[in-house]
């Protein structure tokens, strides 16, 4: 994808941590022994899809109080990572940990997660999802959710078939955003929906993320992003071919995220 | 265990629900089968064409009892593309995600299966009972069993019996399920495609195959031999073969579940 220009220009990727120290966690609960140093942590992962590696060999922490995005181009690999941290799909190769544990049933209660795809079928009703994430987590904030749905526009008899894709995006993006929990997870929040739905999620992402906690965002599109994200990193090809923060960036390219993913990706 | 019990009530609604309809045409079907055959509906044919109220009537049994199998395997049928839809499908994120074990997740769906089917047999048993006064060919069936045995002097127990054979029956049902479950969790092994759809085919009939296999060295080890000296040795032998099938199914459904449980666990790839 990036021609020889860009490779001359680009540096050697650089899998930093984040720099910016959280503040100390308040609510959550997380397990013994962990020190809330990283919250996420990937070594050396690999997926592997026959005889291609759509995941070759990344590895990153998260620090608490972070919103990191990672961008790139279909088929970059992006979901795959997304869902072997969710513990979805498993890791061929390395090591991947949430709160000091490996994805499995534990490691739910830390993470709360936004599929690209609705994560429900057509004849779900909002209400059904809405009993099942009360009944589910501890931590969801019904009554909070309540009133983001109504703000929103959204009934609670409406059927997930029968929506936009923005209105439905919109109303998964709140239940998975009225979770106190450690890890947000978000794969495409804002790519198949209208600009003013957009700003919506950004600011149910700001407002409700927890002082502890980390947003991960993984998008093909960084221009809404750019506004909200700490750190960057730019996937590619299953590799991570860049990663800091917005300011490193910005002060190492002299140019915005979004204008240094268009140049990368010539898109 | 609330999480787990609060799951099984989702599934157990969702494949009751659907499974209604099919329950419901049967129970309709019941109904207009006890009208046909009663006094009022004769008095409208003839004697010249009383053949032709026979055959009627023969019909409407025969439609009903395929109508009562066919709502049994429905229940079977909606119970695996329940499981399918909400674990193996792109849209059954929100299900993994929720902190609780895969085991749980198969779990819940056959036990689902099964309560409705336990549900569906209650309703149809009922309705058989309720139309069985009207419908005197069934009356006669179910009165007749009894009747010859103590008139045969046979030591022959019919309440067991039917108890026996509605477990042979939740057994097998339970066992089809679980062999589906297994099959369609086969298929997690390979990327989707056409490759998916052959492996959850041959796996299904590889499954029965082992199945049978196994039923007839449990059999055979059981010391159980088909005997048609007399009447007494056949009910025995068939008492037999009952419960040590039966038994059999259900240590096979808990195999297959384990073993759809942890193909899920390590291979999942919805």
């Known amino acids: 994808m990036a021609n020889d220009n860009n490779k001359k220009n680009t540096k050697k990727p650089t899998v930093r941590k984040a720099v910016k120290k959280a503040a100390k966690p308040a609510a959550s609960a997380t397990p013994q022994g962990f020190d809330d140093e990283i919250l996420l942590s990937l070594k050396n992962v690999k997926k592997r899809y026959g005889n291609i590696y759509g995941v070759n060999d990344i590895s990153f922490d998260i620090e608490p109080g972070r919103i990191v995005a990672i961008l790139g181009p279909d088929g970059s690999g992006k979901s795959s990572v997304a869902r072997m941290i969710c513990g979805l799909t498993p890791a061929s190769k390395g090591e991947i940990k949430i709160c000091g544990i490996k994805p499995s049933r534990n490691t739910k209660q830390y993470i709360s997660f936004l599929p690209e795809i609705p994560f429900v079928n057509d004849y779900t009703k909002v209400s059904t999802v809405f009993r099942r994430y009360k009944a589910f987590f501890k931590d969801f904030d019904a009554e909070k959710a309540e009133k983001l749905i109504k703000y929103a526009g959204i009934k609670m008899s409406d059927t997930f078939g029968r929506m936009s894709a923005t209105t439905m995006q919109k109303a998964q993006a709140i239940f998975v955003m009225c979770r106190k929990t450690r890890l947000y997870i978000l794969d495409e929040p804002m790519t198949h929906i209208e600009p003013k739905a957009r700003d919506f999620i950004a ?6 993320m927890q002082d502890d906690s980390s947003v991960l965002i993984f998008s093909r599109i960084p221009n809404e992003l750019e506004k909200i994200i700490d750190d960057v990193m730019f996937i590619h090809r299953g590799q991570i071919k860049l990663a800091g923060t917005v300011d490193e960036v910005k002060s190492e390219y002299g140019k915005e995220v979004s204008a240094l993913y268009r140049e990368v990706y010539k898109c | 265990m609330l999480k787990f019990l609060t799951l099984f009530i989702k599934d157990f609604c969702r494949v009751f629900v ?24 004769a008095s409208k044919f003839p004697i010249q064409v009383a053949y032709r109220l026979n055959a009627i009537r023969y019909c409407s049994v025969g439609i009903w009892g395929i109508l009562v199998m066919f709502a049994a395997v ?135 195959f082992i199945s049978m296999f ?36 259900l240590v096979l459904s808990v195999l297959f579940m384990t073993g759809a449980s942890l193909i899920l666990t390590y291979r999942l790839n919805v």
């Open chain 2, 18 to 41: 659907r499974s209604l309809v099919y329950v419901l045409i049967a129970v309709i079907v019941s109904t207009a089968t006890s009208y046909v055959w009663s006094d009022d509906f």
């Open chain 2, 74 to 208: 429905m229940v079977v049928v909606t119970a695996c593309q329940w499981f399918g839809e909400d674990i193996l499908t792109n849209r059954s994120y929100l299900n993994h995600m929720l902190p609780i074990y895969t085991w749980e997740l198969v779990l819940s769906k056959a036990l689902a299966g099964l309560a409705v089917l336990c549900v569906t047999a209650l309703i149809l048993t009922y309705d058989v009972l309720r139309v069985s006064d009207s419908i005197s060919i069934v009356g006669d069936m179910l009165g007749i069993i009894p009747d010859l045995s103590k008139s045969d002097g046979l030591d022959f127990d019919l309440t067991m019996f039917i108890k026996l054979g509605v477990y042979f029956v939740l057994m097998f049902c339970l066992y089809i399920m679980a062999t589906a479950f297994m099959s369609l969790s086969l298929g997690q092994l390979v990327s989707r495609g056409i490759g998916r759809s052959v492996l959850i085919f041959i796996g299904f009939f590889a499954l029965v």
């Open chain 1, 203 to 208: 600011k149910l992402i700001l407002s409700n």
């Open chain 2, 214 to 249: 196994v039923l007839l060295t449990v059999v055979k080890a059981a010391g159980i031999t088909l005997s048609f000296s007399s009447i007494q040795s056949i009910f025995d032998t068939a008492e037999n073969t009952l419960k040590c099938i039966g038994n059999t199914n």
